[in-house]
């Protein structure tokens, strides 16, 4: 990428950097997303966001995307995502920005807390560019969420039309809950990081009746089955 000679082009660069932060995007987001110096970041970020950025590593692994909740929060994302990059002739970060200001707006709506960081949505478009990950049409609902690239789409059904069994409520809930406040402090990636295999755990029908209704929003059908749960 060549240096933004232009005072515009920077006032550009430095608009992004203000988006991303307040979003709470992690340092190395906007490192690898504009041109701006390392020095000029760090004090567009404390004053942007009135503290130190954290630091600590990336999150770097796929598996995340894979766990239950999460994969719902980053299908939503995705699909946002491709609509944006079909309708609008939007720069590559610029198409996540937008995204991700919608998927607060839709899990917020439905009184929820967003699981997935911008940082993690930023990472989720890097893999899928990168061919890590893609979205697979369920076979049963027809809604397409995030999956490795060799799940076979004729049997694929996803984690709205098949939960995982329900067990351990309260545990499952609590370990999402600090995994949702974690991220969006977004100064623990590790920290969600270490709560994945209790994300693994079952998730109540609440939770999923909730995401089902907001992936219907988006157009995607819902599947009836989550009020057919045990309660
Ligand atoms: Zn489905």
Not at 95 to 121: D, H, N
Not at 178 to 189: P, T
Not at 205 to 226: C, I, K, M, Q, V
Request: proline share 6%; aromatic share 6%; charged share 20%.
């Amino acid at each position: 990428m060549a240096r933004s000679k232009s005072i515009l082009g920077e006032a550009r660069q430095i608009e992004r950097a203000v988006a991303l932060i307040e979003l709470g995007a992690r340092l190395q987001v906007l490192e690898s997303e504009t041109e701006l110096s390392y020095e000029r970041l760090l004090r567009l970020y404390k004053e942007v966001a009135g503290r130190s950025p954290s630091k600590g590593q990336l999150p770097f692994s796929t598996d995340w995307f894979m766990t239950w909740q999460p994969n719902i929060h980053a299908s939503l994302f995705l699909n946002v995502h491709e609509y944006l990059n079909k309708v609008a002739a939007l720069e590559e970060i610029d198409a996540v920005i937008k995204a991700y200001r919608l998927y607060l707006e839709q899990v917020q709506a439905q009184g929820l807390e967003p699981m997935l960081s911008v940082t993690r949505a930023w990472r989720l478009v890097k893999f899928v560019d990168n061919g890590m990950l893609t979205m697979t049409r369920c076979s049963s609902c027809g809604g397409h969420f995030v999956t490795h690239p060799h799940e076979i789409a004729r049997h694929y059904v996803c984690g709205l039309c098949n939960p995982p069994a329900r067990a351990g409520k309260g545990r499952a809930a609590g370990a999402l809950r600090l995994g949702a406040l974690a991220d969006e402090a977004d100064d623990a990636v590790d920290a969600v990081d270490a709560v994945i295999p209790e994300a693994l755990a079952p998730p109540d029908p609440e939770a999923l009746a909730t995401a089902a209704a907001y992936l219907s929003g988006l157009g995607l059908r819902a599947p009836a089955r989550s009020g057919s749960l045990p309660a």
